[in-house]
Each structure stands twice: as C-alpha cells, then as structure tokens.
C-alpha cells in the first residue's frame, strides 16, 4: 500500500502542462520573421516593377521614334531631287524639311520647339499633324535636319546628295537618340557638253 501512496503522490506533485499556443516570445518572432519576409518581396516587386517600367518607357520611345523615322526617310528617298524647282529644301535653322514626293504632294517635316514637336503636313503647311512628342534636338542648338550635298561633281547644282535628321525622344525618365542619313533616289545629273 505504501508503494501506491507513492505513485500517486508523485503525479500529484507534478505540474500537468496544457500547451493550448504559443507564447508571446514565440509569438513576436514569427512576426518579426514575417515582417522581414513581407519587407523583402516588397522591396523585390518594386525593383521588378521599376525596371518594367524603364524598359516600357525605352521601348515606346523606340518604337515612336522608329515610326516617325521610317515615315519621313521613306518619303524622303521617293521625293523628286529637281533643283530648278527646288523640290528638295531644308531650312538654314534646321527645323524644316519640304519636299515634293513621287506622288506630287508637297509635304513638310517641322520640328516645332516651341512644343518639343515633330509635325507634318502634306498641304503647304495649312494643317500640321503630330508624329512625336517629346522632340529635342540631340544637343542645344543642332540642327533636326540638314542636308548636304553629293560629293561627286556630277550631280546638277543644287541638287541634295543626303538629308540627315537628328533628335531625341523622352518617354518617362528614358531617353531614346535617333539619327539617319537619307539619299534621294531622284537624283538628276548634271548635263556635259
């Protein structure tokens, strides 16, 4: 009977544990680890996020500038290079470039920097059109179009060898340079007596 007494004596003495949940200690560490997992993906989805964001930016501007680019050396290069109707002129400020395409129609490119604007117009001018926002030449002072003459000896007076165009677009924080070099393919040659 005495060896009865004991064993219940021991049980009684011995403190029952109900684990029912965590502890507050247990509790603010699976926080804190919570809260640096959440802070990492955020910082994680905001990198992903901005560098989506820059090259959305580049390839707009890419693509607006590769438009506008395509459209005027296309209609440069099928414009009619006749001197003697001057069909062919790029202004001395280098804002403007008018031509007369294979079609006839007079069409004008006009960099309007009161607007940061590439425009258009196929009438004389009466109606410019939008091609691109956000135009600046590609350092103060350059010129958007130039034109220069053949280098051979052989080309009537007047006539333009190459029409370069230069400027850059902004879209957003990105900044996006363009350049081409456009020949005529009406180029008349001089006469040899």
């Known amino acids: 009977m005495n060896n009865i007494n004991t064993k219940r004596h021991t049980t009684a003495t011995r403190p029952r544990r109900h684990h029912a949940g965590l502890s507050l200690i247990e509790t603010l560490i699976a926080l804190s680890i919570a809260a640096m997992l959440l802070s990492a993906t955020a910082f994680a989805f905001d990198a992903a996020f901005d560098t989506y964001r820059a090259n959305h930016d580049l390839a707009m501007a890419s693509m607006a500038a590769r438009n506008s680019v395509y459209q005027m050396s296309a209609t440069i290069r099928s414009a009619w290079n006749d001197p003697s109707f001057e069909t062919i002129d790029v202004a001395t400020d280098g804002t403007t470039c008018s031509l007369v395409d294979a ?14 604007t590439l425009k258009v117009s196929d009438d004389l001018g009466a109606n410019w059109y939008v091609m691109l926002d956000n135009v600046s030449p590609i350092q103060a002072g350059q010129p958007v179009f130039s034109a220069t003459d053949p280098l051979s000896g052989d080309f009537a007076s007047g006539t333009v060898g190459c029409i370069d165009i230069q400027f850059q677009v902004q879209q957003g924080q990105t900044t996006r340079p363009v350049s081409a070099s456009v020949v005529p393919r009406n180029v008349l040659y001089a006469t040899k007596n």
Do not use: F, K, P, Q
């Not at 079609?103 to 940061?116: F, L």
């Open 103 to 116: 079609s006839g129609r007079d069409v004008a490119y006009w960099y309007d920097d009161t607007t940061h």
